[in-house]
Structure formats: structure tokens, C-alpha cells
């Protein structure tokens, strides 16, 4: 099993991106997925997740202004970000809880990361 990250890029202050991550392979489900950021010198943080029943959780200083969502049937989870600040940037990873075909147990996986970079 794959994931692909994708949507990353540079936009000003106050503008909007859409980050997307598909999984692909021998999937029996997908359970919790999620965006992190990571920024240089810093630990990777959580930035948003949502579980199998769509509960979503988000970091303090994204509520409001993010938005995680998931698209079962694609196997494709996603990010709206709007009203981005500087302090947004970073690389973005998506990561899931899945379990793979042929498996006995739910493993996590990452995505490679997208580059988001807002300008002020």
C-alpha cells in the first residue's frame, strides 16, 4: 500500500490550498487518517485528523480555517486550508491506519509530504 500526497505549493497570505492523499494497494480498510506538519528544527505535529465515523480533530491554531475531509470510496483523504498565514508553512505529510490485505494487523503508513509555502 501507497500513499500520494499531492497540492502543496506557494501561495500569499490569506490564500487557499487543497491537499489531497490517495492510497493505493491491497486495502481492506482504512481507518484514522490525517495531515502533519513538519518544519524545520521542529517535531512533527498534527494538523488535523479524521476517524472512520468522521469525527475530526484539528490543531488550535488551524480550527476554523481547515478543513479535513475523506472520500471512501476513493480511498482519498483531503485538506482545505483557507485564510493561510506564514506560520502555515511547512511539509505536509498525510499518514493513515489501514488494514492491508493479507495482513493480521493495522499498520500506519506516511505519505512522502507536500511543500506548503505562504508568503506574507
Known amino acids: 500500500v501507497q500513499l500520494q500526497a499531492s497540492g502543496g505549493g506557494l501561495v500569499q497570505a490569506g490564500g487557499s490550498l487543497r491537499l489531497s492523499c490517495a492510497a493505493s494497494?491491497?486495502?481492506?480498510?482504512?481507518?484514522?487518517v490525517g495531515w502533519y506538519r513538519q518544519v524545520p528544527g521542529k517535531e512533527r505535529e498534527l494538523v488535523a485528523g479524521?476517524?472512520?465515523?468522521?469525527?475530526?480533530n484539528y490543531l488550535d491554531s488551524v480550527k476554523g480555517r481547515f478543513t479535513i475531509s475523506r472520500d471512501n470510496a476513493k480511498n482519498t483523504w483531503y485538506l482545505q486550508m483557507n485564510s493561510l498565514k506564514p506560520e502555515d508553512t511547512g511539509v505536509y505529510y498525510c499518514?493513515?491506519?489501514?488494514?492491508?490485505?493479507?495482513?493480521?494487523?493495522?499498520?500506519?503508513?506516511w505519505g512522502q509530504g507536500t511543500l506548503v509555502t505562504v508568503s506574507s
Open positions: 494497494g491491497d486495502i481492506f480498510s482504512i481507518n484514522a
Open positions: 479524521i476517524n472512520s465515523v468522521a469525527e475530526r
Open positions: 499518514n493513515a491506519v489501514i488494514f492491508q490485505i493479507g495482513r493480521s494487523a493495522v499498520e500506519t503508513l
